[in-house]
């Protein structure tokens, strides 16, 4: 039998992590900062970015270091990519994971403001594109490297409108535009693709697609949701990071091009 010990060790690896300083980017660092990666988180915060990178640091006692960066500019990617290689020598792992919510995000769809359906399409998808055009020339040197991007239940089925009725975040009404939606199910087979189109360059690309994640929605939608849902609840953050640091380890190195939906049994209704 094998030794499966060190199945989860990620020590000498460097990740990288978009919209790092973010709910969920942060919880991801620390997940894989905690079985030994070292750490750069990207976000367009700066302060929070670097201030979190300083916290993984002393917390893990692994190299962290925050990078303030505009990922849908591509001059400003092709000046992370050299900067994380000068910095960190390798990169072995990105979660591409950044997401915005632009003003007028919740707008509906015959009121949708063109500019904010391109913002977020130049997020949640050009920016995962640079990123990867940027950073694979050196996986693919190496003929090593790990993909993984993040997507969402709603790239892979509807919404569910009925849930939205007296919903409110943060004070305001809300539902899931078509822009996320479509963006998300573009995230999907775009990692189908780049998993096919990077096989034999020794790189790996894999999904992840989590469920609703509480983050203070109002009672209503809590209620709205947690009714749809086989486990009868909305996802914590940490529950989603599991899937993230088997995904970013030796545990799942005959996997590319694969999706793992981790949403509380929402898309098996």
């Known amino acids: ?149 993040v997507s969402s239940i709603y790239g892979v089925v509807a919404p569910d409108q009925r849930i939205y009725r007296g919903a409110e975040y943060r004070g305001n009404q809300i539902n899931t535009p078509l822009a996320y939606s479509a963006t998300k199910g573009a995230i999907v087979q775009m990692t189908r693709y780049l998993a096919a189109y990077f096989a034999a360059d020794g790189i790996r690309v894999n999904c992840i697609t989590p469920g609703g994640v509480y983050s203070g929605q109002n009672k209503t939608f809590l209620e709205n949701y947690s009714a749809r849902v086989p486990l009868g609840r909305m996802a914590h953050r940490h529950e989603i990071t599991g899937a993230v640091i088997f995904l970013a380890s030796p545990a799942s190195s005959y996997m590319t091009g694969q999706n793992i939906i981790v949403d509380g049994g929402w898309t098996i209704w």
């Open 1 to 149: 039998m094998g030794d499966y010990k060190n199945i989860f060790n990620l020590r000498n690896c460097t990740a990288v992590i978009t919209g790092g300083a973010g709910m969920l980017g942060s919880e991801f660092a620390g997940g894989v900062a905690s079985y030994g990666a070292n750490i750069a988180l990207v976000d367009i915060d700066k302060d929070k970015c670097q201030n979190s990178a300083q916290e993984l640091a002393s917390e893990f006692n692994i190299k962290a270091k925050g990078y303030c960066c505009d990922i849908t500019q591509e001059d400003q990617v092709n000046k992370l990519a050299e900067d994380l290689l000068n910095d960190f020598s390798s990169v072995d792992i990105l979660i591409n994971n950044a997401a915005v919510q632009p003003p007028g995000f919740f707008a509906s769809l015959c009121d949708y403001p063109l500019s904010t359906w391109q913002k977020v399409l130049d997020v949640n998808m050009t920016a995962v594109f640079l990123m990867v055009k940027y950073i694979s020339p050196h996986m693919k040197k190496r003929k090593q490297g790990n993909i993984i991007n």
